[in-house]
């Protein structure tokens, strides 16, 4: 679990606290997403702090995207982050490519990023796996752009899902680099906020990996796009063992797959893994599934009937992101231009 201590510690103090974090519209979003990402986003948003939330087109491009499914994916993300509660209105919502500021601080922080920093990555390991030679330059700069993605807005706060640590980390790292080269004060240390019972939500048929959207087994995930129909029969064939719930979640230690189903369920309950293990114990999956499907079902069946609502306007997504852009690019543009000028590029236009 991640330090979460309040950023006011230094050398942030001067700082404004303000919340940053993104989704890549790479495909349908997945309950791992809304656990790990959007349900925080929204719950941030009511901290009383500044929060701003992307939707990062340009990290999706870094594996091939069909035009048209990268447009309505990214519009479809836009209503998914709406229906799970990011209120336009109180959280700065945008789509990356629409802020021109993204692309050119990720430059600057190419030429500050390490080779050994980015060698060390593990998600660009995971993802290009054997063909390392065959993946994008971009998939292997990922991580400076996010890192641009961060500290473009003075972010103090990130909060993630636990796969995204160690990029945040690397953040940090350029942000201290960055501060020492130029003899500043400039960019504050962003903490990762990895919250709550399901900060990694394995995938339904193997416990040891990630929820993703890009698996390739659509039996691994539940998308925020599925019905109620579809919920209940992904968490029913969902691979268990055969052992009741234990007494106390000590007794999960060993069993990855019931481990991931409670932690969901705890999850969606804003309740502990603990809480629910105490209420289930002794209990088998023959209970426990249905129980988890209906509240799975409760809880995302109005968010995907918003989403498919919010969809039949896409040019009220598109005026909501325009807007959010403008705001956003408002916020990055004097950060950039400051960038500019403290690394000593003469700006006289
Ligand atoms: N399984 C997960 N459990 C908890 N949090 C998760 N996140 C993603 N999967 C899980 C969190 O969602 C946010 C956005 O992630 P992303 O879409 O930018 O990229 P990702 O982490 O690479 O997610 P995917 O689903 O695995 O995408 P693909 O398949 O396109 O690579 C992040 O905060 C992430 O932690």
Known sequence: MTDTTPTSALPNANFTRRVF???????NLTLGNYLGALKRFAQKQDEGIETIY???????ITVWQDPEKLRRATREAAAAFIASGVDPSK????NQSQVGAHAELGWLLNCVARLGWMNRMTQFKDKAGKNAEKASLGLYAYPALMAADILLYHTTEVPVGDDQKQHVELTRDIA???NHD?????FPAPEPVIEGAATRVMSLRDGSKKMSKSDPSDASRINLT???????????????DAEPLPETID????????????????ALSDRTAADVVAEYAGQGFGTFKPALADLAVAQLAPISGEMNRLMQDPAEIDRILGKGAAQADA?????????YEIMGMVRSR
Request: with cysteine; proline share 3%; glycine share 6%.
């Open 21 to 27: 974090s993104g989704i890549q519209p790479s495909g």
């Open 54 to 60: 992307c939707l990062v087109d340009m990290h999706a």
């Open 91 to 94: 959280s700065i919502l945008f």
């Open 176 to 178: 201290a680099k960055f």
């Open 182 to 186: 130029y003899g500043v004060e400039f």
């Open 226 to 240: 599925d019905d109620a129909d579809t919920i209940a029969k992904k968490i029913r064939k969902a691979t268990t």
């Open 251 to 266: 007794g999960l230690k060993d069993r990855a797959e019931a481990k991931n189903l409670v932690n969901i369920y705890a």
């Open 331 to 339: 916020i990055a543009r004097p950060i950039l231009e400051k960038t």
